[in-house]
C-alpha cells in the first residue's frame, strides 16, 4: 500500500452538492493500492497552500508519504470585474516555487507530481468572474519552469483536457463524472510510473 498526498482545488475534491472531482474517481480506481490524504477544503492559490500546507501536512504520517500529487493555478488565473489575474504571474512563480520547496521538507520521501491546471470553457462564464485559456496557458508554462528548474516530473492535465468531449465538462471549469474519471486514470498511470521508479 502506498500513501499518497493530494492537494489542489475543486477540480481535485468535487463539492458536498455532488460535484465530482477526481479525487473520488481516484479513491475508487486506486482502492487497495493507495491510501490517499488530502485537506478537507479546497487549497485554491499557490500563495494560500503555501500558508497552510504544513497544517493540512500534519493530519497524516508524513514519513509514510511516497507520492505528492498537486496543483495551483485556477484560482491564480480568475479574474474578477476585468481585472488582471488574482495573482501576478511573477508572484505565481515565487509562491510556486516557495510551495514546491515546503512539500520537499514536510515529505522527505515522497516524489513530486505536479499537475497543470486544466482549460476552461470560456463561453460558458456569465457574471463578474473569468478564466481565460491564455492565461492557463501562461501560467501553466511558468508551472512547468518552476518544476523542471526543481527536477520534479509534471502531467500535463490541459493537453489532456482539452480534447474532452464538452459532456466531459459540467459547468465553465469544473467536469462531469466522465472528465473527472479521465483525470484520476491519467493521475494514477503517472503517479505508479513514478513510485515504481528506480532512483
Known amino acids: 500500500m502506498h500513501h499518497v498526498f493530494l492537494l489542489g482545488d475543486s477540480i481535485r475534491m468535487g463539492r458536498?452538492?455532488?460535484?465530482?472531482?477526481?479525487e473520488p474517481a481516484l479513491r475508487a480506481l486506486t482502492a487497495g493500492a493507495w491510501e490517499i490524504h488530502s485537506p478537507a477544503e479546497n487549497c485554491r492559490f499557490a500563495q494560500y497552500a503555501l500558508r497552510y500546507a504544513h497544517q493540512w501536512a500534519a493530519a497524516c504520517d508524513r514519513e509514510?508519504?511516497?507520492?505528492?500529487?498537486?496543483?495551483?493555478?485556477?484560482?491564480?488565473?480568475?479574474?474578477?470585474l476585468g481585472d488582471e489575474p488574482l495573482t501576478p504571474p511573477e508572484v505565481y512563480r515565487l509562491m510556486l516555487a516557495r510551495l514546491t520547496r515546503r512539500l520537499q521538507a514536510l515529505f522527505p520521501h515522497a516524489r513530486l507530481l505536479?499537475?497543470?491546471?486544466t482549460?476552461?470553457?470560456?463561453?460558458?462564464?456569465?457574471?463578474?468572474?473569468?478564466?481565460?485559456?491564455?492565461?492557463?496557458?501562461?501560467?501553466?508554462?511558468?508551472?512547468?519552469?518552476v518544476m523542471e528548474e526543481n527536477g520534479l516530473a509534471v502531467l500535463d492535465l490541459f493537453a489532456l483536457a482539452e480534447k474532452f468531449p464538452e459532456d466531459y465538462f459540467l459547468d465553465h471549469v469544473h467536469f462531469a463524472a466522465a472528465g473527472s474519471k479521465a483525470l484520476a486514470e491519467a493521475i494514477y498511470e503517472a503517479g505508479?510510473?513514478?513510485i515504481n521508479k528506480e532512483e
Not at 458536498?16 to 477526481?22: E, R
Not at 505536479?114 to 491546471?117: G, K, N, P, V
Open 119 to 145: 482549460p476552461t470553457l470560456e463561453a460558458r462564464y456569465t457574471g463578474d468572474s473569468c478564466r481565460k485559456n491564455s492565461d492557463i496557458r501562461h501560467y501553466n508554462a511558468i508551472a512547468c519552469q
Open 192 to 194: 505508479q510510473a513514478l
Open 16 to 22: 458536498d452538492d455532488g460535484l465530482p472531482g477526481y
Open 114 to 117: 505536479f499537475l497543470t491546471s
Open 64 to 80: 509514510a508519504i511516497s507520492l505528492v500529487v498537486f496543483n495551483a493555478g485556477l484560482w491564480d488565473v480568475l479574474r474578477i
